[in-house]
């Protein structure tokens, strides 16, 4: 089966047929995805839907999410990682990480207070002996600092970095600590070219797939301004999208599909060890 490793099927975009988007994902041979918190408010319901569709889940504080965030909800992620320690669903911390790609994200002080629950995020997976999953734009170098720096001895991590769309040196430095590359829709677009090179060119054991539904649709769900302007609406993107942007990289790889399915299988149970159980 395919595994979307990332997808967002608590947002309110899948409010009116959430049920019927999953059977529809499962229908396109989708049987497992996963379903990454961004703040505390939503820490009950990734879980409960996990639980609710059979699929997986992670617990974190997203870096968007960081500017109405409290130092205290730290302290409630690392009790709510110990009362959910053995619950095979819970796969990982996440989604953290770092954004400098929105601007108000990007003033001194708040680059600052991203680093702080970054990198408090990072020693409870350590402490709770978790892999995380990573939110990475514009901000590949640093997340590597912090990874190398609280990687105790040099104990390799293990999870996913999201949406990857960095330079070939900084893909081989995440891969090096341990963790696989997040690749899905970006990759659908012709002019995404160093994307596409990437996802040719990297070791098939380094990629994951995802969605990132309901963001980043592949470019057969795109809408141009104009079209905008003109009332059409974008197509939503959900995990049902996940075979055909496998196919793409199917393409840009030489490779059959069955063998890609079944390459990043494996590597998404490497990244996310408990998706096995599950």
């Given at each position: 089966m395919w595994i979307d490793t990332h997808a967002h099927l608590d947002a309110a975009e899948f409010d009116p047929d959430r049920s019927a988007v999953r059977k529809a994902a499962r229908a396109a041979g989708v049987g497992h995805c996963v379903i990454p918190a961004v703040e505390r408010a939503n820490w009950s319901a990734v879980r409960e839907l996990a639980h609710a569709q059979g699929d997986s889940y992670c617990l974190g504080i997203h870096p968007l999410?960081?500017?109405?965030?409290?130092?205290?909800?730290?302290?409630?992620?690392?009790?709510?990682?110990?009362?959910?320690?053995?619950?095979?669903?819970?796969?990982?911390?996440?989604?953290?990480?770092?954004?400098?790609?929105?601007?108000?994200?990007?003033?001194?002080?708040?680059?600052?207070?991203?680093?702080?629950?970054?990198?408090?995020?990072?020693?409870?997976?350590?402490?709770?002996?978790?892999?995380v999953v990573l939110h990475v734009r514009r901000s590949a170098d640093r997340l590597l600092k912090y990874l190398r720096a609280l990687g105790q001895g040099g104990q390799r991590w293990s999870g996913i970095a999201h949406a990857f769309n960095g330079s070939q040196a900084q893909a081989l430095a995440f891969v090096g600590l341990g963790l696989k590359l997040g690749f899905g829709g970006a990759l659908t677009y012709a002019r995404a070219l160093q994307l596409r090179r990437l996802a040719r060119d990297l070791p098939l054991d380094a990629l994951v797939l995802e969605t990132d539904s309901p963001d980043i649709p592949p470019h057969w769900l795109y809408v141009n301004e104009a079209q905008r302007v003109a009332g059409q609406a974008r197509g939503r993107n959900s995990p049902a999208e996940l075979p055909r942007i496998a196919a793409e990289l199917a393409g840009l790889r030489g490779l059959d599909l069955a063998e890609l399915q079944a390459a990043t299988y494996a590597n998404a149970c490497a990244a996310l060890p408990r998706l096995a159980l599950v």
């Open positions: 999410f960081v500017p109405r965030a409290q130092e205290s909800d730290l302290a409630a992620l690392d009790a709510e990682l110990s009362q959910h320690r053995d619950d095979p669903r819970l796969v990982a911390v996440g989604e953290i990480g770092l954004d400098f790609f929105v601007p108000a994200l990007c003033e001194p002080a708040m680059r600052e207070r991203q680093e702080f629950f970054y990198a408090a995020q990072l020693r409870l997976a350590r402490a709770h002996g978790l892999p």
